[in-house]
């Protein structure tokens, strides 16, 4: 008897949204080892050519997108580029993350909307227009990078934990509607990870984080890049609609 777990891998097209750093550029490098063509995406021209460089090295044909996913015609314009350079997404990595913080009572409309637009209206966008080239070919893997905090909570950030929070749920939609063509969405919720972003964090918040996690170290991208892999890949052909939390138990249910 064959079963997916036991067949040959195979070389897929993945696109990670603000793939050029943190944990979107883990998750490239690691779908790169994969054998996988990349496609990475971000504001940052120059971080995007050393990313892409780096996936080079590894022997991933590689494409790179500078776009500010705040502009409404940015997921059409990117996916139109992927498609032209390395084919259909066959596993859309929806990560691209921004924060505005403050508390909700002094934070505008335009700081919670542009949150929004970016984190979860993009992803939405992105994986609607990815869905129909899936469903064409009857395999997919949608993967929404959400947040711990998006099932905690936290003071100052109402923008960000809305558009996580709402990624979840669109996770959840799509893995119902998407199901009967053999694609698969589930959703992360990564924990305290050592980025760029986290280390904006004055340092009593930081220790507080720390002071939360059983394992007792902040989590590494890496460690959200390994599961985004297993997710994406053939082992995983039975799991959606999950979402999977990476965060050292500091959240458990």
């Known amino acids: ?20 750093k943190g944990i979107g550029a883990a998750i490239a490098r690691r779908l790169a080892v994969a054998g996988h063509k990349i496609a990475i995406c971000g504001r940052d021209e120059e971080a995007l050519k050393r990313q892409a460089g780096h996936l ?15 502009a409404a015609d940015a997921p ?15 596993i ?34 992105l994986a609607r227009r990815c869905a129909r080239p899936m469903m064409k070919a009857r395999w997919g893997r949608i993967i929404n990078i959400s947040s711990i905090v998006a099932v905690m909570g936290n003071a100052g950030q109402a923008n960000y934990i809305s558009s996580k929070a709402g990624l979840i749920g669109l996770t959840k939609a799509l893995a119902v ?4 063509r053999n694609i698969t969405v589930n959703a992360i919720a990564p924990g305290f990870i050592a980025t760029e972003m986290t280390a904006a964090l004055p340092e009593n918040i930081a220790a507080q984080y720390m002071s939360r996690i059983p394992l007792g170290r902040f989590g590494a991208p890496e460690d959200v890049a390994g599961a985004v892999a297993f997710l994406a890949g053939e082992e995983a052909s039975y799991i959606t609609g999950q979402v999977l939390r990476i965060d050292g138990g500091m959240v458990m249910s």
């Open 76 to 90: 059409d314009r990117i996916l139109a580029e992927v498609e032209a350079a390395l084919g259909p997404v066959e």
């Open 92 to 125: 859309l990595i929806n990560n691209a993350g921004v924060t505005r913080d403050g508390l909700a009572v002094r934070m505008s409309e335009e700081d919670f909307l542009s949150i929004l637009q970016v984190n979860l209206v993009s992803a939405f966008a």
């Open 1 to 20: 008897m064959t079963t997916s777990a036991q067949s040959t891998p195979v070389a897929r097209v993945a696109l990670v949204t603000g793939g050029a």
């Open 56 to 70: 080079a090295a590894l022997g991933a044909a590689a494409a790179t997108v500078t776009a500010d996913l705040r």
């Open 177 to 180: 509607e998407l199901a009967p």
